[in-house]
Structure formats: structure tokens, C-alpha cells
């Protein structure tokens, strides 16, 4: 019997057991001294069905057969080609977990734990696992799994003095998934998201093949995975550029009342983009619309002795704006920025048209300020406020509209009212991402839009602010949006309908993405449960079935 047909009878086996006998773990051997490990212990099918959005509004989540645990990408290729030759089950890559609306999960087949979880097996049998960070100093490149969180690619950067470019807010994100999508924070504008900042990847398609790929080897490929939304292949390994790591970080906030104002400093900033220019190495911002977020939301920044009130700045429309911006620097002793990185601070703000009671500044390690958004994840858990419903919005909107959706949004929909999370807003250059990605942008030639995230959280409590509220505020907006004209576009999109995917890419690059599949994933198995494609219709289920009743199900 072929390591394929194998492989099938393992997971129809584990359906079946799981419904007759109770949960287990299978171990498989191809014949060719390869192990693998198919679980379905209800630990691994719960972690394999949920993620951070929490979105199932109480009914009950879609379980895959089984949680796969590679150690290698030879792994992964055996499973995925096995999957091809019977166009069964379909299977989705799971990193770190942090997709809103299951987009990892695939009912009924099989997830992909990329994590390095997949080193600790629920049988308590512990194997060697993939590949850790590998940094080539002087190429200035780091080798890093699929799987791994960017904390640790981080971690084994800095042993060598090195870090990468471009960042996610979030550094517990797994490299496969960021790469999936875009990856993007405050240092976009001037190094491009993520995804531009990759020398070459190892993807297997879904067809089982192991491919290496990169601008100068098998490019169509390499592009179509890079914000590929897992359609075209599993990413095993990321060649990402680094560069030298600074030991600290001036992390400066002021306040604005004018949005246009805001804006008009926020791209300013951007502007001034490339090697050998002035600038702040992160520009970022957030929208302020209650009280209560502007003294909690990273409350380091505001005294809780002297809060800071919206009310006390004459602010337009009852709305604060926040720019953030950092400038590094190296001193690994001192506490502060020396002389001529002042000097530079000083000229860039002095450009800036902020409330001058407004600035608040501090000082701290490189480290620190990437992993900023984990303190606050440490401080909800404790308060049992980090696993609950994410309905999580991101827009790109054209700098053409961003003054409409102020007024429709920020001041209109969400008017004063608390908004259960923050609302960040920055601009970006759309120069810095390459077109013959997979990712989506605002079309037409500007050259700058902005990302509107709206990171709320649905907690049962006196605010009123549940998740029916809140999401029925997220499809408020996007009407106003189409009513309006506004032709923004879904970053972490998420739509279940060929028309509505067909919309989101736009003529020319969904007729790319379909080529993209047909070549790359031609029986439609990978990541379904993006719901861009269903898989091809295959007699597998039966062809397994025939094969156990002919009793040919040893292995």
C-alpha cells in the first residue's frame, strides 16, 4: 500500500476511533523510517478549533479529525501529498493561534500545529523538533521555522547584536502567519511590512512538493505565498532581513484635537522615508474617544495623579489623536538619548503642530518596547479579560478618504461612547509593499493609505459593550463605507462568498489568485478555512472506506 493510502486510513481511523472508542494518538511510519504523529485527544482538537477571536458566540466550534505534530518540513510534505493524491482531508497550518474568525481551522480535517508545541506530544513521549533560528552575521539573514514566534527569532537575533526590520505590535505571532497575511506596525513606512523584507522561503504546496523559492527562484511562488492567505503553500522556513539592533528606545506621545492636523503630521513623518534622512524609526497613532482609554490604554505614559482630561484640551467632536513615534539609539549604558540623537529628536518635533501640553517621553530597552503589547496581554489575563471575543475590524483606507471616515466613524458611529479597546491609526507608503504579492491594498495610484484597527474586546459587563453590539457596529461601519464610496479593502480579511473575495482582490489580481491555485493548490485543500475556496470534490471518504472493508487497513 502507498505511504499515501496509509496515511488516509490514519486519519479516517482517528474519526473513527474518536467516535467509537474515545480520543488518542497515532503513530505513523511511511516505510521510510519517517514518524509521524496524528492526535486526537480533545486538548489538541480545542487548541486546534479556537483562536483569539472567540467569535462562535456560544455555539459550539468546528473540530478538525486531527492535530498533526511535524518536527520537519519533510513532515508536512508527507501529509500535504498524501492529502493531493486522494484529494482528502483538506489541512490548515496553525501558528500561534491569533486569527479572528478560524481561519486555521478546517472541519473535519487535519491542523498543522506549527507551534513548538508539537515537541511536548500529548503522549508524553517528547521528540526532537524543527529547526531553532539560524543568523548569518555577515549575510545579515535569519533562517527562522514557520512555526516560531517572532519573540524568539527576536531572542536569537539579539545573541548576535542583530534584530529584524519590520515588526508586528505583537511579537507572539507565529513567522508563517504574519508572512500570510503582511505583517505590519510603525515601522512600515520606511522598511515595508514583513513581507518585504524576505530574501527567499521553503513552502510545500499543496500538492506535497518542497519548493525553495525566492526572487530569483521560482518567483511566482515566492510572491504568491507572501500575503497568500495560506492558499498556495505551508511555509516551513523565512530567510528575513536583519539589521544591527539599538539597546534603547525614545518612545514620545503627544495629543492632537484636529484630526486633519494629525494626519497632516502623521504623513509628514512618513515622508521622510530612506537611508540617510532624519527621521523616527516607528510612526504610529491611535484615536482617543472616551475618557477612560486615554488614562488606561498603556497607562505608563499617563499619571494616574495627574490624568489627563479630553474634556480640559478642546478636542473636535469630543475626539483626542495620539501620534507615537519612537527614535532608537545604541548607548547600552546610558538612560537616555546622547547629545546629537536629542539634537534630531528636537528638529523633527519642532515640525509638528501637537498640543504643546502634550508630550509625554520615556526611555527604555530596545526589547521592551517591541514586547510592549505583551505587559498589557499579562495584565488582562490576570484579570481574566484576555480570553474573551475579539471582533476585531482592520480597514486600509485611502488618504483620500480618511477625512469622511473621521467624520463618519470616529465621530459618528462611535461618537463618545466607550469603544471597548484601541483604535489605532497610521499611515503607510504603498511604494514599500511589491504589487506581485498576494496582499491587497486600496487600488488606484496614491501613494499613501492609512490602517484604521479597531482592537475591541467584547466583555459582559455594565458598558453594554457584548459582542452582538459590537459586531453589529463593525457591519455599521462597513456600510458606511460602501454607501459612502469609500474603497477601503480588509487587512486579515474576512468573507464568505466568491463574490465578495472577487471584490476584496479586485478583477486583476483575483484572476491572479485563481491562477495562483490552480498551479500551486490545484485540488483546493489548503487553509479552507479562509472560505475562499471549497476543495475539489474527490471520492476519498469512500476509496478509504473500501480499502478498511477489503481489510487492507494495516500499516
Not at 34 to 46: E, H, R, V
Not at 302 to 310: A, D, E, L, Q, Y
Amino acid at each position: 500500500m502507498s505511504a499515501a493510502n496509509k496515511l488516509l486510513l490514519v486519519v479516517m481511523c482517528c474519526r473513527l476511533i474518536v467516535t467509537v472508542v474515545g480520543p488518542t494518538v497515532l503513530d505513523f511510519n511511511d516505510g521510510n523510517n519517517n514518524d509521524f504523529q496524528l492526535s486526537t485527544n480533545p486538548s489538541d482538537l480545542a487548541r486546534a478549533s479556537s483562536d483569539f477571536g472567540m467569535l462562535r458566540g456560544g455555539v459550539a466550534p468546528v473540530e478538525p479529525a486531527a492535530v498533526f505534530h511535524p518536527t520537519s518540513d519533510r513532515d508536512i510534505a508527507q501529509l500535504i501529498r498524501a492529502a493531493y493524491q486522494q484529494g482528502f482531508p483538506a489541512v490548515s497550518a496553525r501558528g500561534h493561534g491569533h486569527s479572528i474568525n478560524g481561519q486555521a481551522n478546517t472541519a473535519g480535517g487535519v491542523v498543522i500545529e506549527m507551534s513548538r508545541l508539537a515537541e511536548g506530544h500529548a503522549d508524553g513521549v517528547r521528540r526532537e523538533g524543527p529547526p531553532r533560528p539560524r543568523i548569518a552575521e555577515e549575510m545579515r539573514y535569519v533562517d527562522a521555522w514557520g512555526g516560531e514566534l517572532w519573540i524568539d527569532v527576536l531572542r536569537a537575533c539579539l545573541e548576535h547584536g542583530l534584530a529584524p526590520r519590520s515588526w508586528t505590535d505583537y511579537l507572539y505571532l507565529s513567522v508563517g502567519g504574519t508572512l500570510s497575511n503582511a505583517g505590519i506596525s510603525g515601522q512600515a513606512f520606511n522598511h515595508g511590512p514583513q513581507i518585504s523584507n524576505v530574501h527567499e522561503l521553503d513552502v510545500v504546496t499543496g500538492k506535497g512538493e518542497m519548493v525553495k523559492c525566492s526572487e530569483e527562484e521560482n518567483q511566482e511562488l515566492f510572491h504568491a505565498v507572501l500575503g497568500g492567505l495560506g492558499q498556495f503553500g505551508i511555509i516551513t522556513r523565512a530567510r528575513i532581513a536583519v539589521e544591527p539592533a539599538p539597546q534603547r528606545v525614545r518612545w514620545i506621545r503627544v495629543l492632537y484635537s484636529n484630526f486633519s492636523t494629525f494626519t497632516r503630521d502623521q504623513e509628514h513623518l512618513i515622508s521622510l522615508h530612506g537611508d540617510g534622512r532624519n527621521k523616527f524609526d516607528y510612526v504610529e497613532g491611535f484615536v482617543i474617544v472616551d475618557e477612560g482609554l486615554i488614562n488606561n490604554w498603556r497607562s505608563s505614559f499617563f499619571s494616574p495623579r495627574n490624568p489627563v482630561k479630553i474634556s480640559s484640551l478642546g478636542t473636535d467632536g469630543g475626539v483626542l489623536y495620539c501620534l507615537e513615534v519612537t527614535k532608537n539609539y545604541r548607548e547600552s549604558t546610558a538612560d537616555t538619548v546622547d547629545q546629537v540623537k536629542k539634537n534630531e529628536i528636537e528638529a523633527l518635533m519642532k515640525e509638528l503642530d501637537f498640543i504643546p501640553a502634550s508630550v509625554f517621553t520615556t526611555d527604555l530597552p530596545y526589547v521592551d518596547f517591541l514586547d510592549r503589547v505583551h505587559k498589557v496581554e499579562l495584565k488582562l489575563r490576570a484579570k481574566n479579560l484576555w480570553e474573551v471575543p475579539h471582533p476585531w475590524l482592520n480597514l486600509f483606507v485611502p488618504k483620500s478618504r480618511i477625512d469622511d471616515f473621521d467624520k463618519g466613524v470616529f465621530k459618528g458611529i462611535l461618537g463618545n461612547n466607550r469603544t471597548s479597546g484601541p483604535i489605532l491609526i497610521y499611515p503607510m507608503n504603498k511604494s514599500k509593499w511589491d504589487d506581485r504579492s498576494s496582499a491587497v491594498t486600496p487600488e488606484g495610484d496614491e501613494e499613501v493609505f492609512y490602517l484604521v484597527a479597531l482592537l475591541r474586546s467584547a466583555v459582559e459587563d455594565s458598558s453594554g459593550k457584548t459582542l452582538e453590539y459590537l459586531s453589529n457596529q463593525n457591519r455599521e461601519i462597513l456600510r458606511f463605507c460602501d454607501e459612502s464610496g469609500i474603497k477601503m479593502k480588509q487587512y486579515l480579511p474576512h468573507y464568505t462568498t466568491e463574490r465578495e473575495w472577487a471584490a476584496h482582490f479586485g478583477e486583476e489580481k483575483w484572476d491572479r489568485f485563481n491562477q495562483r491555485k490552480t498551479s500551486f493548490d490545484p485540488r483546493r485543500i489548503l487553509a479552507t478555512g479562509q472560505r475562499i475556496f471549497k476543495p475539489v470534490p474527490d471520492s476519498a471518504d469512500a476509496a478509504a472506506a473500501s480499502l478498511v472493508r477489503k481489510g487492507k487497513a494495516s500499516w
